[in-house]
């Protein structure tokens, strides 16, 4: 059974930092393409990160560019978006996904002065 839990989401000043965690379980990990999805409120889920396999190749979406850095450890079958220069634009729920038509519960970020 595929699992997707989300962590490290939190109330930050615009500017500040967080650190996004997504743990899995139920398919080989290390096999597969991942992705970090958000979706503001009144706003569709919008694809945010993209990162291959191994790690070499990542992409993203304007907005974040420069900004957020996806990552992944194949041996945590852990998944990463490091956030950095946090705008008000960037609150809303962030999911990770895998290949298969799974979500998790989200993790909340909410910028805020």
């Known amino acids: 059974q595929v699992q997707l839990v989300e962590s490290g989401g939190g109330l930050v000043q615009p500017g500040g930092s967080l650190r996004l965690s997504c743990v899995a379980s139920?398919?080989?990990?290390?096999?597969?393409?991942m992705n970090w999805f958000r979706q503001a409120p009144g706003k569709l889920r919008e694809l945010v990160a993209v990162?291959?396999?191994?790690?070499?190749?990542?992409n993203y979406v304007a907005s974040v560019k420069g900004r957020f850095t996806i990552s992944r450890d194949n041996a945590k079958n852990t998944l990463y978006l490091q956030m950095n220069s946090l705008k008000f634009e960037d609150t809303a729920v962030y999911y990770c996904?895998?290949?298969?038509?799974?979500w998790g519960p989200g993790t909340q970020v909410t910028v805020s002065s």
């Open positions: 996904k895998g290949p298969y038509p799974y």
């Open positions: 139920g398919f080989i990990f290390g096999s597969s393409t």
């Open positions: 990162i291959n396999n191994d790690g070499s190749v990542t």
